[in-house]
């Protein structure tokens, strides 16, 4: 659903990824119909193909990072880590904004999958 003052995007299915260049997994665009405070909520679950390998992920809007990391390894591959988070933003009414969720392997597959982001005005 989306309105002037909310909005939320959604990329469900599996990706994956052998690159260690970040990847983007969802860009949420939103233009907001009121200047004002925004949260931005953000939600992905992220794995990889080896017990020894890293998923990176970044939380961006392609000039300023908000969220950075990368999942613990696993003792079993293949296993789902829920990762998520919100940040506060200041937006300008008719100015179109993107919200980016990536992710990169440091080695071996990275996946991730239902990736979300839901932006709502603070009131």
């Known amino acids: 659903w989306t309105t002037g003052s909310s909005d939320y995007q959604t990329s469900e299915a599996e990706s994956t990824t052998t690159s260690v260049t970040l990847q983007t997994k969802l860009a949420a665009t939103f233009t907001p119909d009121e200047s ?3 949260v931005v909520h953000w939600q992905c679950e992220l794995t990889n193909t080896s017990v020894t390998s890293v998923t990176n992920y970044q ?3 392609g000039t300023t990072i908000y969220a950075s990391g990368g999942t613990p390894r696993n003792a079993v591959a293949n296993t789902y880590k829920s990762f998520g ?3 506060n933003v200041t937006l300008t009414n008719g100015v179109t904004y993107t919200f980016n969720i990536k992710y990169s392997a440091s080695a ?3 996946k991730i999958r239902r990736a979300r982001i839901l932006i709502m005005r603070r009131t």
């Open 59 to 61: 939380v961006d809007d």
């Open 108 to 110: 071996n597959t990275a």
């Open 36 to 38: 004002g405070d925004y």
């Open 85 to 87: 988070g919100f940040f």
